[in-house]
């Protein structure tokens, strides 16, 4: 017999039982959800990804919603177990929902939920952090210093990329990939060529906007330009590296993930690219063909990426970890306090909007489909 699954339990005595898979930061979550006559079950499991036996455990016989994680596995199965204890919503810890088959949900009658918006400026920080990390090859120095290798400042000792006036690619150019845009323009001065499926409208306009305050101010304008293709934002570092700097290029990837998305940077895109490119990844780990981005990391050392996310979560391609031109953090781009409680109250709202006709205007902005 499987083993019971430990919970804790919040307002034992509520009308609406909802489960949540994992603990999640904050009270405010919490106490939405029983101040509004939800009995709550957290589950205690240590294990860090629940499986779907797991999970169909928790649902039990009767749950209204579920809170889960972009580490389970949301499909036919646990959303044809939800609707039959009675269960009508699930939200998703996360703004993606790769993770969720949408039509499967629908077919079954339950109401999906993601939680956009409050991990925009955290998970654009750690796309940055990551940028500087990879172009200033900061955790090679850090590794070097802490060896005990430093014997004395020399002229060569890890140079790595200037971003000032640069270009900056952005892949994506979402909430995310527009915030990321302006922090490396705001913060460096960098032009910027994005590529999304639509026009990032306000992006455009900022860039344009600040650029006539940067002339105004005597200082050289920033610039933007859309690219028809993502191959012209790879190829974009040839274009503008006849002037007197010796440009490189610093790309991060904001997409979704979907089957367009999918290896997305693959070997021929790879080969493009210049070979002292700054490449970040902090949507999810499928839009890189990590094998292929292992050898070209091999091949050409002065090419740096920086990722928060895998291809195999938690695991990484042979050969990734010994690659001094990666720096690898483990899919901690939302990873702030506030964010995270934001999140974990936006899921709350989400499960609540469809048992509460008082939450239901919530729901609307984050939903990705009806009740
Ligand atoms: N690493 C993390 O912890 C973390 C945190 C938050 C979000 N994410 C990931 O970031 C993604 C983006 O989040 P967001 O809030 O900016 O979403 P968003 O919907 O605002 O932006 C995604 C953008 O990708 C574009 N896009 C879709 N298909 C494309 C394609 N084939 N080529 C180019 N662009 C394409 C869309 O048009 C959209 O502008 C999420 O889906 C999620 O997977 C990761």
Redesign the pocket.
Known sequence: MAKPISMEVWNPSGKYRVVSTKSMPGTRWIRLLTDNDCRLEICTDPKTILSVDDILALIGDRCDGVIGQLTEDWGEVLFSALKRAGGTAFSNM???Y?NVDVEAANSNGIAVGNT?GV??ET?AELAASLTLSAARRIVEADQFMRAGLYDGWLPHLFVGNLLKGQTVGV???????SAYARMMIEGFKMNLIY????QATRLEKFVTAYGEFLKANGEQPVTWKRAAT?EDVLREADVVSNSVYNYTQQISL?????K??YH?INPERLAIMKKEAVLVN???GPVIDEVALVEHLKANPMFRVGL??FEDEPYMKPGLADMKNAVVVP?I??ASKWTREGMATLAALNVLACHLQSFRGQLISRTLLCC
């Not at 892949?171 to 990939?177: S, T, V």
């Open positions: 996360a703004v993606g790769n956009p991990l925009t998970t892949i994506g150019a979402g909430r995310i990939g590529y999304d499926l639509y993502m904001h997409p979704v993930l979907d367009t998305t997305l902090a949507s999810r928060d996310v899919h781009a939302s």
